[in-house]
């Protein structure tokens, strides 16, 4: 047993406390580890100067190719959009960077009425009764809508689409194996006709593959079975179409890492998550609320928060223990900045770009657009060379798009496998033509190699 510079306990120590327990060797407390990976060689070179470190780590950061980089039409959750210079400038003062969780309402009341803005803005934008301050992501939120659910009913089946971006599936159906809850997954055009005997139907407006979504029929056949409907929206998309609340739906949930926050390489993010007033009290997270002191003066409080998790296990209403805060802070001051107006504006920019573009797409022989109905800033693009090879030929050429659509559906429906291209305010006209010109190209020689 080495010596350890960072701990009290000396060799004579730790054979007292190994003595004392009957164990002969640290070995044996850990045999759960393959013997192989528990001293690994990692093969760290000698020790390096600062400044020594600083070039290793400027020559490993210059492999990356970043977003920006090059054509870009990654998208979906997660979205490269303009961020205003101010956005960052004030979520990341000192008050709001360094500040805890505010527990104590008396010394939060910066961070307090921060959240308690974001909430308002949210829920105008979702025209929802009641937003919480916050998930820790898409993913997450659509999984807690979910249980909520499930307590509210009493049944044990959610229903949900396989349009639904697959990430947040995949963590439904973990949050799902503890409780044995039912998880069954079908097209979106098969929701409505799913509806008995389910918690909840949960559709994505606009879907994965941005197409748009009758969420109205499916929020009515929900309710008439006795279920709830939970709506994973965008953030960007119900500044053009209707909101969750006038569609019906009695949970919203989403992504709100467009509203002004970095893509960081996926995280961390900010879960959105609103409901109808009525069923606030099975609500995980927590709720900044204003209200009056015994002077008259305005204040600002935690008026719900399901601290109990830490006591209540799995019979708590949420097991989440934190809210993002600082994301859902920085997605108040985007909001802000942006207005209505401006939130319109980018939605609308990134709409146009993607039918133009899909229509230069369509023109291509060899290439159709395969979304199921109307498109949203999104679209599915088919070609002869399948998917994955597109994909791949594209990057190449310093094109990047989505993933597969087959991916997308974790393989279950046949014939779908596609690429999936997103829009946004940010996409050029110089990035729609080295797209369109790199899959002519591409659809020109795969029809010659055919052809041979």
Known sequence: MGRNPYS??????????????GTRNIDELITAIPADARRPRIGIGPGL?????????EGLAA?????GDTAFFIGGPIQRRYIPAAVPVLALRGEFLTAYTPYQPEVSQGTLQAVFEYQSLMAELLAMDVVNSSMYDGGSAVAEAAFMAVRLTGRKKVVVATEVDFTYRRTLRTYARGPEIEIVEVPSAQLAASAAGAACLIAQ????FGTLVDVRAIADAAHAAGGLCVQVTEPHACALLEPPGALGADIAVGEGQPLGITMSYGGPHLGIFACREALVRQMPGRIAGQTLDANGTRGFVNTLQTREQHIRREKATSN???????????????MSLLGPAGLRAAARSGVAR???LAARLAAIPGCAIANDGPFFDRFTLRTRLGGWALRSALLDRR???????????DGKRAG???VIIQCTELTSDGDADALVDAVSALMRTGAAAMAS
């Open 354 to 356: 993607a039918h133009a």
């Open 8 to 21: 009290p306990h000396t060799d004579e120590d730790r054979r007292e406390m190994l003595a004392t327990i």
């Open 399 to 409: 094109v990047q798009v989505e993933a597969t659509a087959a991916h997308y559906l």
């Open 416 to 418: 779908r496998d596609d």
């Open 49 to 57: 100067s600062e400044l020594e470190v600083q070039r290793h780590l």
């Open 205 to 208: 407006h606009p879907d994965a």
């Open 320 to 334: 989440i223990c934190t809210n993002e805060a600082l994301a859902g802070i920085t997605a108040a001051v985007y």
């Open 63 to 67: 492999l990356n190719v970043r977003a």
